[in-house]
């Protein structure tokens, strides 16, 4: 699949394009706004790597006018040395699909990478059960195995994991987590959603010793990160 | 000209000219009219009664009708004298000039009347004014042989005060100095023959107490000749035979002559009837005289100085009627105070005090009233359009509205200073205070009005700095040093100025001390040393450790170290980025699962403890507590404490976790390492900011902003945060947060 890196910084974009190719898709790289907006007119790709502060034009005007102008545009990862979390939260508001806090470790790039790719390839098949890492789910008895003990949850609980897992490395704002498992748009109190995904988590002691974290992205959603533990 | 030595210059001028004028009334006796007047009054309210005693025989219009015209042919003298003494009289003073010759036989049978006897007889001598030869007075004796053949002579002087009244007599007289003193014709008759004569003090005048007009008994000269008198009425009398006749030419104006005149004889009568009574009125002597006119009127000089107006005006009133009732009293004591001048005294400076004064007043109010406009007040002086009243009106309206205006003005500095921007006070030449201002009195919670400058001092400025600010104080205009800094046991920084307050002449009134609160700038300015600290070491450190790094072969041990430092590096630059925002923005709170954000702070360091073997055992019983928060930054912080516990572990060591409730209100969160522990004297000082940049080893080394961060955002939550060796020697940071 065809991956656009938007940065002036070569180093990051030589850092960015290794990973890349490393997952075997083809990378091309654009040091100006302009430049890219104009390959985007033209050309289709599979995801777009955006930094904040590129040259020509800047990247949220860039999402905007994305939004605005191409009806089938490419899912967008955003760089940025922001870590602030309103800056995250517009970036993702503004229809960024995840964002990359620099400097991020290689294998959670090539991972945030692959989820948003895997994501736009229609990915997420809802077999009877699906292993992620050391994690068996069940989805006819809405059990989860670990370690071989079953982990009993309730059908939120059980359908609030499976929902993280499907979309593993990807952000998930609360709104969609709400729309998805509750399936309603009103506004559910805040702490209903926290103890949900508390329960989950403890429950299924999802933690870097299991090879999985919850990440709150503050002011937006949710990301179940897989841990890959090199070396 | 100060108005308080304008107004002594005024009383001492009034004071020495009153006392001139006053000397001058006496001595050319200016108030003889009044005096005169006064005592005519009192002596007629007590006339003494007549004296029976005393009889005139006088050679009244009827003798001269029936004896022929005067002058009479002495030998009719003769027989009226024979004819008396045969109805044995007391005494007899013959009041008839005898001083030329007559006819020689009647002036022998006269002589023979005169020695005749029983009763003696007097006779008068006179004096002519002015005397032969440059004399005062020729003294003008009668005919030697009568001057034998009498009892004794004495003089019939009549004296007439200023206007022309008789009033008084001596009861002897000397026409030449050192020469021989006559007595009264009346002594002879009141006394005899006095071997002791003549007494001291018997020529000072004396004031004589007239009886009523017409109050002694009298015979005309004819009707004893005719023997037309009882003896009885004759006998034992003291006898004065004179004229009493209108064409005699012996006729005086006296106080109780009721606008007629009086005759000679009849003065002489109540002159021996005030001999016999002893009860001459003498004039009070000339030293009490002036001593008595004088006195009441310093005493109200004196007045003046000392009471208001309104007492004042009693005292003249006072002094008047007191002067008055003087004088009554001493008339009672048969002494005559003229109280004419000392009562013109008291009239003179009451006014002249009254005027002086005023004018004085009129002058300094008008000269303050224009000072005062000339003195650039901060609004002009109203100036009064009452054009209805007098000078001094017109001044007194000027003066209540300058009043008016300065006490609007006093209200307005006040109010000025009530709401000056900064905290002030004012002190007194004493280094009291007497003025402080709102922001003063909040800032120290205490109204230290009447405090001393020390004691104020005290509360304001922390011990350590107590020499350097009364250095300041002491010599701070010397040195022109303009002013000091100092920090307040409430932990602010002021900056104070002092400044002196001097009158337009020069005089020190006291200090104004200006404080600035300048603790946000001070802040400030700890803050950039701080960034220059940053700069200059905790961020350079780790890049030239990069740079150090570099020039070695770059293997992996190598890379994992660079990678180490430059994390360090932008951990240091976000977290002051960090720390510098929140400083800047409100606190935004929204709910946070506390249990499940320590969780998450744990998991994402999750990579840096396996590297060293190290585990997390996370204890939960906060019962899914939630806190209001800002959970980027408590995040963090959270991490802080974790990447903190984990980088002083040792390897394969566990780190507790622990979640707790802490109270009722309160959820508590340690985390405690089994490391070294922190050094004792390191605690105190463990969150504030770059405590790690000093010379500090091990523990506290290279921990850069993280825990002062912590401090920061614990505090901003409304939590503690603290620290502590736990049991087993590890170091155990908890921090509290309140339950939402």
């Given at each position: 699949m065809r991956v656009v890196i938007a940065d002036d910084e070569a180093d990051v974009v030589a850092f960015l394009k290794s990973i890349v190719e490393e997952l075997g898709h083809i990378a091309v790289s654009f040091a100006d706004g302009n430049k890219l907006s104009q390959a985007l007119m033209r050309e289709t790709f599979d995801l777009v790597i955006l930094d904040w502060n590129i040259p020509g034009k800047d990247g949220i005007d860039l999402l905007k006018w994305m939004q605005a102008s191409l009806p089938e545009h490419p899912p967008v990862i955003m760089m940025t040395n922001r870590s602030a979390k309103k800056?995250?939260?517009?970036?993702?508001?503004?229809?960024?699909?995840?964002y990359i806090t620099k400097p991020e470790d290689r294998s959670v790039v090539a991972a945030r990478i692959n989820a948003m790719l895997r994501r736009n390839a229609g990915a997420g098949a809802f077999d009877a059960e699906a292993v992620y890492g050391k994690y068996h789910l069940n989805r006819l008895d809405q059990t989860v195995t670990l370690h071989g003990e079953t982990i009993t949850m309730t059908a939120k609980e059980f359908e609030l994991a499976d929902l993280f897992f499907r979309n593993a490395d990807r952000t998930l704002s609360r709104n969609y987590i709400m729309e998805t498992i509750w399936r309603t748009n009103a506004v559910l109190a805040t702490r209903t959603l926290d103890m949900h995904i508390s329960r989950v988590r403890a429950k299924l002691d999802l933690q870097p010793e299991n090879g999985f974290r919850i990440f709150t992205v503050f002011g937006y959603g949710y990301r179940l990160e897989t841990i890959t533990t090199s070396n | 000209m100060n108005l308080r030595r304008r107004l002594a210059a005024e009383w001492l001028a009034i004071g020495l000219f009153a006392t001139c004028l006053l000397v001058a009334s006496l001595f050319w006796r200016g108030t003889a009219a009044f005096d005169h007047l006064l005592y005519d009054q009192l002596s007629a309210a007590q006339r003494p009664p007549a004296d029976n005693d005393i009889l005139i025989v006088a050679i009244d219009d009827t003798s001269l009708t029936a004896l022929g015209k005067w002058p009479w042919d002495r030998e009719i003298h003769a027989r009226l004298l024979s004819k008396l003494q045969q109805k044995k009289p007391r005494a007899i003073a013959f009041d008839i000039l005898l001083s030329e010759p007559g006819a020689p036989d009647s002036d022998?049978?006269?002589?023979?009347?005169?020695?005749?006897?029983?009763?003696?007889?007097?006779?008068?001598?006179?004096?002519?004014?002015?005397?032969?030869?440059?004399?005062?007075?020729?003294?003008?004796?009668?005919?030697?042989?009568?001057?034998?053949?009498?009892?004794?002579?004495?003089?019939?002087?009549?004296?007439?005060?200023?206007?022309?009244?008789?009033?008084?007599?001596?009861?002897?007289?000397?026409?030449?100095?050192?020469?021989?003193?006559?007595?009264?014709?009346?002594?002879?008759?009141?006394?005899?023959?006095?071997?002791?004569?003549?007494?001291?003090?018997?020529?000072?005048?004396?004031?004589?107490?007239?009886?009523?007009?017409?109050?002694?008994?009298?015979?005309?000269?004819?009707?004893?000749?005719?023997?037309?008198?009882p003896d009885e009425l004759v006998r034992g009398k003291n006898i004065i035979i004179g004229a009493t006749a209108a064409g005699m030419g012996d006729n005086f104006p006296t106080p109780n002559g009721e606008g007629g005149m009086l005759a000679g004889v009849e003065v002489m009568a109540n002159v021996l009837a005030a001999s016999r009574r002893n009860d001459f009125i003498r004039p009070l002597p000339d030293p009490w005289t002036y001593a008595l006119t004088l006195a009441p009127m310093w005493l109200l000089m004196f007045g003046f100085l000392r009471f208001r107006p309104r007492v004042v005006l009693m005292i003249s009133l006072l002094s008047l009627a007191g002067i008055l009732l003087l004088s009554i009293a001493l008339l009672f004591g048969r002494l005559w105070f003229p109280p004419g001048t000392a009562l013109l005294g008291i009239l003179l400076v009451y006014p002249l005090w009254g005027w002086r004064r005023l004018q004085a007043m009129s002058v300094f109010m008008d000269s303050e009233l224009r000072g005062l406009e000339q003195s650039g007040e901060v609004r002009p002086l109203p100036i009064p359009t009452n054009q209805t009243t007098d000078l001094v009106g017109r001044q007194s309206e000027a003066l209540a509205s300058a009043i008016d205006h300065m006490r609007d003005l006093r209200r307005f500095v006040s109010d000025t200073l009530a709401d000056l921007p900064d905290p002030m006070f004012v002190t007194d030449p004493e280094d009291r205070v007497t003025l402080t201002n709102k922001l003063l009195n909040e800032s120290l919670?205490?109204?230290?009005?009447?405090?001393?400058?020390?004691?104020?001092?005290?509360?304001?400025?922390?011990?350590?700095?107590?020499?350097?600010?009364?250095?300041?104080?002491?010599?701070?205009?010397?040195?022109?040093?303009?002013?000091?800094?100092?920090?307040?046991?409430?932990?602010?920084?002021?900056?104070?100025?002092?400044?002196?307050?001097?009158?337009?002449?020069?005089?020190?009134?006291?200090?104004?001390?200006?404080?600035?609160?300048?603790?946000?700038?001070?802040?400030?300015?700890?803050?950039?040393?701080?960034?220059?600290?940053?700069?200059?070491?905790?961020?350079?450190?780790?890049?030239?450790?990069?740079?150090?790094?570099?020039?070695?072969?770059?293997?992996?041990?190598?890379?994992?170290?660079?990678?180490?430092?430059?994390?360090?590096?932008?951990?240091?630059?976000?977290?002051?980025?960090?720390?510098?925002?929140?400083?800047?923005?409100?606190?935004?709170?929204?709910?946070?699962?506390?249990?499940?954000?320590?969780?998450?702070?744990?998991?994402?360091?999750?990579?840096?403890?396996?590297?060293?073997?190290?585990?997390?055992?996370?204890?939960?019983?906060?019962?899914?507590?939630?806190?209001?928060?800002?959970?980027?930054?408590?995040?963090?912080?959270?991490?802080?404490?974790?990447?903190?516990?984990?980088?002083?572990?040792?390897?394969?060591?566990?780190?507790?976790?622990?979640?707790?409730?802490?109270?009722?209100?309160?959820?508590?969160?340690?985390?405690?390492?089994?490391?070294?522990?922190?050094?004792?004297?390191?605690?105190?000082?463990?969150?504030?900011?770059?405590?790690?940049?000093?010379?500090?080893?091990?523990?506290?080394?290279?921990?850069?902003?993280?825990?002062?961060?912590?401090?920061?955002?614990?505090?901003?939550?409304?939590?503690?945060?603290?620290?502590?060796?736990?049991?087993?020697?590890?170091?155990?940071?908890?921090?509290?947060?309140?339950?939402?």
């Open positions: 800056d995250i939260s517009d970036a993702l508001n503004a229809g960024a699909d995840d | 022998q049978r006269l002589a023979a009347a005169l020695s005749a006897g029983p009763a003696p007889v007097y006779i008068p001598l006179h004096f002519n004014t002015p005397g032969s030869n440059g004399r005062d007075y020729d003294t003008i004796l009668p005919v030697p042989a009568f001057t034998q053949a009498a009892a004794g002579v004495g003089h019939v002087n009549i004296q007439f005060d200023d206007d022309g009244i008789v009033r008084r007599t001596t009861l002897c007289f000397t026409p030449d100095k050192g020469g021989k003193t006559w007595p009264h014709l009346i002594t002879g008759l009141f006394q005899g023959k006095d071997p002791s004569f003549p007494k001291a003090g018997c020529a000072e005048p004396l004031l004589i107490p007239y009886t009523a007009r017409g109050s002694f008994s009298e015979i005309s000269y004819a009707d004893i000749l005719n023997s037309e008198v919670d205490k109204d230290i009005s009447g405090w001393r400058l020390t004691d104020a001092l005290d509360l304001m400025v922390i011990p350590d700095q107590r020499p350097m600010v009364d250095l300041y104080i002491a010599q701070s205009h010397a040195k022109g040093q303009e002013y000091v800094r100092f920090a307040s046991p409430a932990e602010k920084t002021f900056v104070m100025r002092r400044s002196e307050v001097r009158s337009d002449s020069g005089i020190l009134h006291g200090h104004i001390h200006y404080l600035t609160d300048i603790t946000a700038l001070a802040k400030a300015e700890r803050d950039r040393e701080e960034v220059l600290q940053l700069l200059s070491h905790d961020m350079r450190a780790p890049q030239s450790s990069i740079i150090a790094l570099l020039d070695g072969p770059v293997d992996a041990d190598a890379r994992k170290r660079i990678e180490r430092n430059a994390r360090r590096t932008i951990q240091l630059a976000q977290d002051f980025v960090d720390i510098a925002r929140m400083g800047e923005t409100e606190f935004a709170g929204e709910d946070v699962l506390l249990a499940d954000l320590v969780r998450e702070a744990s998991d994402s360091l999750w990579p840096l403890a396996r590297e060293r073997g190290i585990s997390f055992a996370i204890r939960d019983t906060s019962d899914s507590a939630f806190v209001l928060a800002e959970p980027e930054s408590l995040h963090r912080a959270i991490c802080n404490l974790v990447d903190n516990a984990i980088k002083f572990s040792p390897a394969d060591a566990a780190i507790g976790i622990d979640i707790g409730r802490h109270d009722e209100t309160h959820i508590i969160v340690t985390i405690s390492d089994s490391g070294d522990g922190i050094d004792a004297d390191l605690l105190p000082n463990l969150f504030t900011r770059f405590a790690s940049t000093g010379n500090h080893s091990g523990r506290v080394k290279g921990v850069g902003l993280g825990l002062a961060f912590v401090h920061a955002v614990i505090t901003r939550h409304n939590g503690t945060v603290w620290a502590s060796n736990g049991d087993n020697g590890g170091a155990r940071f908890s921090f509290t947060l309140p339950i939402a």
